[in-house]
């Protein structure tokens, strides 16, 4: 089993940068992706980014070029550098990590984070 502790929510104005943190502890050696989701009120859960344990990315068209995904594998933390953030961006951050269990994909999710950008 593998647990994820985000950090680094908070309140931004439009324009503005956070970086949020994702720390992994337990089965880490299950790992083999990480990344980031988000969840505003009265909306699905939605993508954000990703990267693997051999360095490949993938965001969402809404988030590329302004949020950057980054991983200290040693560290077993995931961070998401988000720049020139919107109203649009703010929701709860969701860490995820994709776990393969037995040749099967198992995910494990963070607590969340409360990201507001508001002037």
């Known amino acids: 089993q593998v647990q994820l502790m985000e950090s680094g929510g908070g309140l931004v104005q439009p324009g503005g940068s956070l970086r949020l943190s994702c720390a992994a502890s337990?089965?880490?050696?299950?790992?083999?992706?990480m990344g980031w989701y988000r969840q505003a009120p009265g909306n699905q859960r939605e993508f954000i980014a990703t990267?693997?344990?051999?360095?490949?990315?993938t965001y969402a068209d809404s988030v590329k070029g302004r949020f950057t995904i980054s991983r200290d594998n040693a560290k077993n933390t995931v961070y998401l550098q988000m720049n020139s953030l919107q109203p649009e961006d703010a929701a709860v951050y969701y860490c995820?990590?994709?776990?393969?269990?037995?040749?099967?994909?198992?995910?494990?999710w963070g607590q969340g984070t409360l990201v507001t950008v508001s002037s």
């Open positions: 995820n990590a994709g776990l393969n269990i037995f040749v099967r994909r198992i995910d494990a």
């Open positions: 337990g089965n880490t050696g299950s790992i083999v992706d």
């Open positions: 990267m693997t344990n051999g360095g490949s990315t």
